[in-house]
């Protein structure tokens, strides 16, 4: 039993629709503090919708419904005083396809501080240059920032969205199969970041590569039609499941 | 037939077919070339300093253009200041905030059509509402007023365009890292939609200088000695210029050179805004690499 | 399975997670959220602002039309043929100025479908690819010369030949303004064929000359077919641009508001007698009126015209590789 400050977000009992479409069904879960949670599934099991249900992406989808709880630090995201973009700033985001903004690499990581106020170029600067640094890309690109972003790799791409997602200081940072548009070296550094993010912020990692959640998490969610199957400590999961469906799945039955 | 023969019939056709597709073209680019250069030939010869900076004298027999150009000018800054903001800002509401479905359908469709209205019937609705019912007179007020709306439905179309073809990516970027809408729209949307924008806008800036009927009764006036000096004033514009010399004076074959001088002085106005916008759009294509 | 839990090789600078910066200030939250809900309403209200505008045209339009039919019934209004608006008593039958105006656009068409068609198959079939950028650049440009520049034209160079060549009594006439909207259409047609012709889907060309079809044979069995609904789109809004112009008709259909019994006579299109009239007819008055009225039905007709073209490219668009 894990104690109750070491869970960050708790979702009880989750629901969500798209038009008359039921996309979730009943999912309860613990993200831990701390840790990397990966989410794994065949395509359309409802692993990425519900990534984007815990920082409310899904609000911009018109005709959506949710039914259910995410506590976050204790309070439900979904309650109806709650803001979305507050939300937002402490869970960050990494997307599928790098998705840099048409902008310097500098003013691709500084966007989001900026948005918070911060014009002070001594405290952008720093914050840029910790970022990059913490995304592991800062030697890469350390003599180019005002180049445009889009003049990158691919794989530093992505790890630009990190840096730009970390320069928000978020407490969670999802991650929805990340490295899904990049080479396997890409791939490795990116996995290799994650490791190490894991000292400083939760990380919950969607991913339909089966090895790369044993390589890198430690907590693995399967999701199957629309319901979580079957959660736990991801060695565990990986090798003694408890669910039919989640052995198929690993064993390459289906998916 | 034999096989022969029916390859042979089959190529004749296809000479000929072909032999008149290039005759017509050839004479469209004939004959829209050659307006051109005819244009700019007899033009020339009637433009130079003393035209462009001097105002007509001896009853509009003489003399130069220079308060047309100034008031095609006000006529042409006046609709911009109209037609760009609210143009650009009734597309953001249509394309960032507007729910897709019938109304939102129902309203493109609306100004889809808006921009085909005949401008004359610009220049009526100028007329009834500007003119007469709110007061403002034959006014450059009103005539930018009428020519404003007159190209804000092209300012719309190719605003919201432009703004939904910037990936949505970079918008859930955005806002995943907090921004709100009105952050996104201003420092993502807006800066990668700019040159479709900019496009669009400056189209319709082409438009408005070169057009007659919609300033006929609300701006333009036959001759006046004076530069404007508010926006109630009317004035001399270019094209309502070109008519009047053409059909109304008493000397018509004794302005022609005027009358020449005048259409290139607009043909180079209205062309050069519109190259400018294609400079700008195939530029700005190239340098876009999403 | 084994998992690697191990250290990455990351360099990585010592840091705190957390600070976060929006709770550093609260007062920063709310001012965020009112700039959010007061630019929503700003941007609403530019939007409901033209699209009242749009809705006003027509108010206008129409407050001032009908207010003919008051005085005259609608009957004689459409079918009268007798436009004496300055008379007195007046007369206001419009029927010869919507003779002029779809003679001219009937005209006009007849010669703009060829020649903006048949340009437009030349780019997209014959052309080189250098030529194609060119001259499609080119014909775009030429469709934003200004139509007072074009009546121009037709007044001091067109008409004169005209009735020099064929010793008429005058050169401002059917044929000459509809030779002057065609030029005027020409390069709207083409553009939008054009366009229409490149969308068509390359593999059904390929799959055509693949089973030994000629250039031709392709051409007019598959392209024109498959850009069928986009070149009507074209020469619809063509027609809807020639009926709607006014300063070419102004300047060179002559004027005359007589029903035309050949298309050298001269007629006075709708626009015309608009443009032309408007400046003398007094504020309110009964002339005033009936040319409002003349706005409201140039204004329907051509307003048919865009629905169908609207129709027309919406209801059959083409299916290409992505929608199978």
Redesign the interface.
């Known amino acids: 039993m894990v104690a109750t400050s070491d869970i960050v977000i708790e979702v009880r009992d989750l629901d969500f629709y798209y038009g008359d479409i039921k996309a979730l069904r009943g999912v309860s879960l613990n993200i831990k503090r701390n840790q990397v949670t990966a989410l794994i599934g065949p395509s359309g099991c409802g692993k990425s919708t519900f990534l984007r249900l815990l920082n409310r992406m899904n609000d911009l989808i018109p005709g959506t419904r949710v039914e259910g709880q995410v506590m976050f630090e204790g309070q439900n995201l979904y309650d109806e005083d709650v803001n979305p973009v507050d939300i937002r700033r402490r869970i960050g985001m990494v997307f599928q396809k790098p998705n840099p903004f048409p902008k310097s690499i500098f003013n691709n990581v500084a966007y989001g501080p900026r948005l918070t106020g911060i014009k002070d170029k001594k405290k952008l600067d720093e914050l840029v240059v910790r970022s990059l640094k913490q995304a592991a890309i800062w030697e890469e690109v350390k003599n180019s920032l005002d180049k445009s972003a889009l003049s990158l790799s691919g794989g530093q791409q992505q790890r630009l969205c990190i840096a730009r997602a970390l320069a928000m200081a978020p407490e969670v940072l999802l991650m929805d199969e990340p490295t899904s548009a990049l080479d396997p070296i890409a791939t490795s550094r990116i996995e290799e970041l994650v490791e190490v993010l894991k000292k400083d912020y939760t990380v919950v990692i969607v991913t339909h590569n089966m090895q790369q959640a044993a390589r890198v998490s430690d907590d693995t969610a399967f999701f199957y039609m629309g319901e979580m199957v079957e959660m736990g400590n991801t060695e565990r999961l990986f090798t003694k499941p408890e669910k039919q469906q989640t052995e198929h799945y690993i064993t390459g039955r289906f998916g | 037939m034999t096989g022969a023969a029916s390859r042979r019939y089959r190529m004749m056709t296809e000479r000929v077919a072909f032999g008149i597709i290039r005759l017509l073209a050839g004479l469209v680019v004939i004959t829209l070339g050659g307006i051109v250069l005819f244009l700019i030939y007899q033009g020339a010869r009637a433009v130079n300093w003393s035209f462009l900076t001097e105002a007509p004298r001896d009853a509009m027999t003489k003399g130069g253009i220079f308060p047309a150009i100034i008031g095609t000018f006000y006529l042409t800054i006046g609709s911009s200041l109209i037609a760009l903001p609210l143009g650009v800002a009734s597309a953001i509401y249509l394309s960032e905030y507007a729910r897709e479905g019938w109304l939102l359908k129902l309203i493109r469709l609306g100004i889809q059509n808006w921009a085909g209205v005949p401008s004359v019937v610009f220049g009526l609705y100028g007329l009834a509402l500007f003119v007469v019912f709110l007061g403002f007179g034959v006014s450059i007020l009103a005539g930018s007023l009428t020519l404003g709306f007159l190209i804000l439905p092209t300012v719309i179309g190719a605003s919201e365009e432009a703004f939904r073809q910037v990936p949505s990516t970079f918008r859930e970027a955005s806002l995943a890292l907090g921004a709100t809408k009105f952050q996104t729209i201003c420092r993502v949307v807006l800066p990668s939609a700019l040159p479709g924008v900019l496009t669009g806008s400056i189209l319709g800036i082409g438009r408005a200088a070169g057009e007659t009927a919609p300033i006929m009764f609300t701006a333009a006036t036959f001759y006046t000695k004076h530069l404007p000096t508010s926006p109630l004033d009317q004035v001399m514009a270019l094209p309502y210029h070109i008519y009047v010399l053409a059909t109304s004076g008493t000397h018509i074959d004794q302005t022609r050179p005027l009358q020449y001088g005048t259409v290139l002085v607009l043909i180079s106005l209205v062309l050069g805004i519109n190259i400018f916008a294609i400079i700008i759009r195939t530029r700005m294509r190239r340098k876009k690499t999403w | 399975?084994?998992?690697?839990?191990?250290?990455?090789?990351?360099?990585?600078?010592t840091?705190?997670?957390?600070?976060?910066?929006?709770s550093?200030?609260t007062t920063?939250?709310v001012e965020?959220?009112v700039?959010?809900g007061i630019?929503?309403y700003?941007?609403?209200a530019?939007?409901s602002?033209?699209?009242l505008?749009?809705a006003?045209?027509m108010i206008?339009?129409f407050?001032?039309g009908l207010a003919i039919f008051g005085k005259v019934n609608a009957v004689s209004f459409f079918f009268g043929k007798a436009w004496y608006p300055t008379y007195d008593p007046p007369e206001f039958g419009i029927l010869a100025l919507i003779v002029g105006s779809v003679s001219v656009t009937l005209f006009s068409s007849l010669v703009a479908i060829?020649?903006?068609v048949?340009?437009a198959?030349?780019?997209s079939?014959?052309?080189g690819p250098t030529v194609r950028e060119y001259?499609k650049?080119?014909?775009e440009?030429?469709a934003?010369?200004?139509?007072?520049?074009?009546?121009?034209?037709g007044?001091?160079?067109i008409a004169p030949t005209m009735q020099e060549l064929l010793d008429i009594p005058t050169g401002l006439n059917i044929v000459s303004a509809s030779i002057v909207l065609a030029?005027m259409a020409?390069?709207t047609i083409?553009s939008i064929s054009e366009d229409a012709l490149y969308a068509v889907p390359r593999d059904n060309l390929e799959a055509s000359y693949a089973l030994g079809a000629?250039?031709?044979?392709t051409m007019?069995r598959i392209l024109v077919p498959g850009a069928l609904s986009g070149i009507g789109t074209a020469v619809i809004?063509g027609m809807?641009?020639a009926?709607?112009?006014?300063?070419v008709v102004?300047?060179v259909a002559g004027g005359a508001a007589q029903i035309p019994s050949s298309l050298f006579d001269s007629v006075r299109p709708m626009?015309a007698s608009?443009?032309a009239e408007?400046?003398e007819a007094p504020?309110g008055g009964e002339h005033y009126h009936a040319?409002?009225a003349i706005?409201i039905v140039?204004?329907l007709m051509?307003?048919v015209?865009?629905?169908v073209a609207?129709y027309i490219s919406t209801r059959f668009q083409q299916k290409g590789a992505s929608t199978l």
Request: no cysteine; aromatic share 8%.
């Open positions: 399975m084994t998992l690697t839990m191990g250290e990455g090789d990351v360099q990585m600078s840091l705190s997670a957390g600070g976060n910066h929006a550093e200030s920063r939250g965020l959220k700039q959010e630019s929503k700003f941007f609403l530019a939007a602002t033209s699209l505008v749009m006003l045209i206008f339009l407050r001032e060829p020649l903006g048949g340009t198959l030349y780019l079939v014959l052309a001259v650049a080119a014909v440009l030429l934003s010369l200004p139509s007072v520049v074009l009546g121009f034209l007044m001091v160079v030029i020409i390069p083409t000629t250039r031709w044979e007019s809004l809807s641009r009926m709607g112009e006014t300063m102004l300047m626009p608009i443009a408007m400046g504020f040319l409002f706005g140039l204004f051509t307003l015209f865009n629905l609207t």
